[in-house]
């Protein structure tokens, strides 16, 4: 079970800046969950709040914007130099080892915790980061294991949306 006081302690660092917040990003509210943030090194906890959507957390077992910023987290992951990228490299998701929902979530806090694995990776330059998404109680909601994310150029990227 994810200890939101150990995971600030190994997250000391909070951080202003949600990932939404960057230049260039432009993400409809209902994906906006990411509350308050702590970073520490290959890791970060962020503190989660439903936002006002245009459809009920009812309909959902996990609301496609709570999997997302969960996914989001990741970026406050970079201030161990971790996940480094040039020019226009972007990381995009590639492979998810495991995701289990747990219970589904309707209203309130939840605690999101990510940590980037240290363990060397089979593909040059990719990232594998797990991630505990928890409630108010400490009970887990859902978890995302071997989360892998590799680089790609933004042009690439672009080219391959063209061909379908």
Request: proline share 5%.
């Amino acid at each position: 079970m994810l200890c939101e006081r150990t995971a600030r302690g190994n997250c000391p660092r909070r951080s202003s800046t949600r990932p939404s917040d960057k230049p260039g990003t432009d993400w409809a509210e209902s994906f906006q969950w990411l509350e308050s943030i702590w970073q520490g090194e290959g890791e970060a906890l962020a503190r989660i709040q439903v936002p006002k959507l245009p459809d009920t957390t009812g309909s959902y077992r996990l609301h496609p914007g709570l999997i997302d910023s969960c996914f989001q987290l990741l970026a406050a992951c970079w201030r161990g130099g971790a996940m480094q990228t040039t020019g226009d490299e972007v990381f995009v998701p590639f492979t998810i080892g495991r995701f289990q929902s747990y219970r589904p979530h309707r209203e309130g806090e939840l605690w999101c915790h990510t940590r980037i694995r240290t363990e060397p990776t089979a593909a040059a330059g990719a990232v594998i980061a797990d991630t505990r998404l928890v409630d108010e109680q400490g009970r887990l909601v859902a978890e995302i294991v071997g989360l892998e994310l590799r680089k790609a150029s933004q042009q690439a990227l672009l080219r391959s949306l063209r061909a379908t």
